[in-house]
């Protein structure tokens, strides 16, 4: 009978063991050189963008809402880590915070984007390889990395929006928000509009950022502005 009595003891005791059970692994992870806007909890923050992709040139990324312990991130550097993700005990943990902790082991690999160099003003000086006669009204790029959006003017309108991604040769833009004024000429913002939406890959030259289309085909040129 003592050993019955005992029993919703021992099983209750057992239960507590494996609530507080945490399970701890390894991963590895890229952390992308900026920031971004996120939502978290109960307001707006900024989050880190993580992939776990091998090379950071194919990299996809996500958004991190939880803090790495031990991490110092730099912005304009691109930094692989290696993280020990403990999964916590879900029936203390509140309900607005991450089930698992993460903790930084080591820093694997660090440099600097190389994307970071397209962070500036372009003037554009050829569309579809011909160049632009015109020395006013001239359509420009600005590329801000560490918001990771885009400015500018197709020579008559004005516009901004996201920019997606950017790898060491690829990058994609979002959807663009414009002005809708109507100039005298409208041959060099239309011409200059078509070829922007079918923008694809870059290559940056000195002082010059070339644009292609998924073609390979070069449909944009600009200069930087100084």
Same mark, same amino acid.
């Given at each position: +009978?003592?050993?019955?009595?005992?029993?919703? =003891?021992?099983?209750?005791?057992? %239960?507590?063991?494996?609530?507080?059970?945490?399970?701890?692994?390894?991963?590895?992870?890229?952390?992308?050189?900026?920031?971004?806007? @996120?939502?978290?909890?109960?307001?707006?923050?900024? @989050?880190?963008?993580?992939?776990?992709?091998?090379?950071?040139?194919?990299?996809?990324?996500? *958004?991190?809402?939880?803090? =790495?312990?031990?991490?110092? %991130?730099?912005?304009?550097?691109?930094?692989?880590?290696?993280?020990?993700?403990?999964?916590? *005990?879900?029936?203390? #943990?509140?309900?607005?915070?991450?089930?698992?902790?993460?903790? $930084?082991?080591?820093? /694997?690999?660090?440099?600097?984007?190389?994307? /970071?160099? $397209?962070?500036?003003?372009?003037?554009?000086?050829?569309?579809?390889?011909?160049? =632009?006669?015109? #020395?006013?009204?001239?359509?420009?790029?600005?590329?801000?990395?560490?918001?990771?959006?885009?400015?500018?003017?197709?020579?008559?309108? *004005?516009?901004?929006?996201?920019?997606?991604?950017? #790898?060491?040769?690829?990058?994609?833009?979002?959807?663009?928000?414009?002005?809708?004024?109507? @100039? +005298?000429? +409208?041959?060099?913002?239309?011409? %200059?509009?078509?070829?922007?939406? #079918?923008?694809?890959?870059?290559?940056?030259?000195?002082?010059? /950022?070339?644009?292609? *289309?998924?073609?390979?085909?070069?449909?944009?040129?600009?200069?930087?502005?100084?």
């Amino acid at each position: +009978m003592k050993l019955f009595n005992k029993l919703p =003891i021992i099983l209750f005791a057992s %239960f507590l063991s494996s609530c507080s059970a945490t399970k701890e692994t390894t991963a590895t992870y890229w952390v992308n050189s900026s920031k971004v806007n @996120c939502d978290a909890g109960a307001g707006k923050t900024t @989050c880190l963008q993580v992939s776990t992709t091998e090379h950071y040139d194919n990299a996809e990324w996500t *958004n991190f809402y939880a803090p =790495i312990e031990g991490f110092n %991130f730099e912005p304009g550097y691109l930094q692989k880590i290696k993280v020990l993700e403990t999964t916590l *005990n879900t029936q203390t #943990t509140p309900a607005d915070a991450s089930s698992i902790s993460y903790k $930084l082991i080591k820093v /694997l690999e660090k440099k600097q984007d190389p994307k /970071l160099a $397209l962070h500036d003003i372009w003037a554009t000086t050829h569309i579809n390889e011909t160049p =632009i006669e015109s #020395t006013s009204n001239v359509p420009t790029l600005e590329i801000n990395t560490t918001e990771m959006r885009a400015y500018g003017t197709n020579g008559c309108n *004005n516009y901004s929006g996201q920019i997606k991604n950017i #790898t060491a040769n690829t990058i994609k833009f979002g959807a663009m928000a414009s002005t809708r004024k109507m @100039c +005298m000429d +409208m041959t060099i913002p239309d011409r %200059f509009d078509k070829a922007f939406n #079918t923008v694809s890959t870059y290559k940056k030259d000195g002082l010059h /950022l070339i644009l292609y *289309n998924s073609t390979g085909d070069e449909v944009l040129r600009f200069k930087k502005v100084d």
